[in-house]
């Protein structure tokens, strides 16, 4: 669940008893999950007990039935897809920044103490349903997302690193590193993903991690980091 819409399905029907439309959620391999009354007062009992809770968004494009307006946790199953009334769009900023909004009223309703946090995952689209480049269509998916946190985090300030917080682990990657993914070129070198889960364990957790202990982490490998983009093109200089 990365889309706004399936996160917030999950908090309505959790906290409040509101069953989405039938045939939304759906597993990778097309596995379909209903709403049965005893998981949701498990996942409600779960979401009561929660004083942080860490959420991270993905992407922007999604699968809507037109009939019902519900959204889809991806894209719609073969088996089920109806041309007639499954439409794919890009959500729009606005109904995002509702959507992030809507979540947190939630939780303060709810868990009147709780702490709330987004991250941006750093993963880009594999594939895009737009008539355009999956990389046009990832770099504007991702856009939303930020340019919706950000206006949600402004008109919350009062509540920004109180009660609502953000953690950068999208900036980290896409800003501070030159070879930031494995050769598939979606996933995160593992070295980089544990550097930033120290870092969030120094700021957000009892670890002990002393935060200059991570900036010079954050150094050493910068600078390996660098020195394997050296050899990388150095291999493409020999193979031209």
């Known amino acids: 669940m990365v889309n706004v819409h399936a996160l917030l399905q999950q908090f309505e029907w959790a906290l409040e008893g509101v069953n989405p439309p039938d045939n939304l959620w759906h597993g990778y391999k097309s596995e379909e999950y209903g709403c049965r009354e005893d998981i949701r007062l498990r996942t409600r009992a779960a979401f009561l007990e929660t004083n942080f809770f860490i959420i991270t968004l993905g992407l922007s ?5 037109e009939e019902t307006g519900g959204v889809f946790w991806r894209a719609v199953p073969m088996k089920h897809y109806d ?5 794919f769009r890009v959500c729009s900023l606005e109904e995002t920044k509702e959507a992030i909004g809507r979540i947190w009223s939630l939780v303060r309703k709810h868990v009147p103490d709780g702490k709330l946090l987004f991250t941006l995952s750093p993963i880009p689209l594999a594939a895009t349903f737009r008539p355009v480049s999956c990389i046009t269509a990832n770099s504007a998916s991702k856009a939303v997302l930020r340019a919706a946190l950000d206006e949600f985090y402004r008109d919350n300030f009062a509540e920004v690193n109180r009660h609502l917080f953000y953690f950068p682990s999208y900036e980290i990657i896409s800003e501070l590193f030159y070879m930031k993914f494995e050769r598939d070129g979606r996933h995160p070198q593992n070295e980089i993903i544990k550097l930033i889960m120290q870092l969030f364990e120094s700021i957000y957790c009892k670890s002990g991690i002393d935060v200059q202990d991570i900036e010079r982490r954050y150094q050493q ?6 020195r394997t983009v050296a050899e990388e093109v150095a291999k493409l200089v020999v193979a031209v």
């Open 83 to 87: 041309a007639a009334r499954h439409k």
């Open 61 to 65: 494009e999604v699968w809507y039935d």
């Open 221 to 226: 490998l910068r600078v390996l980091n660098g």
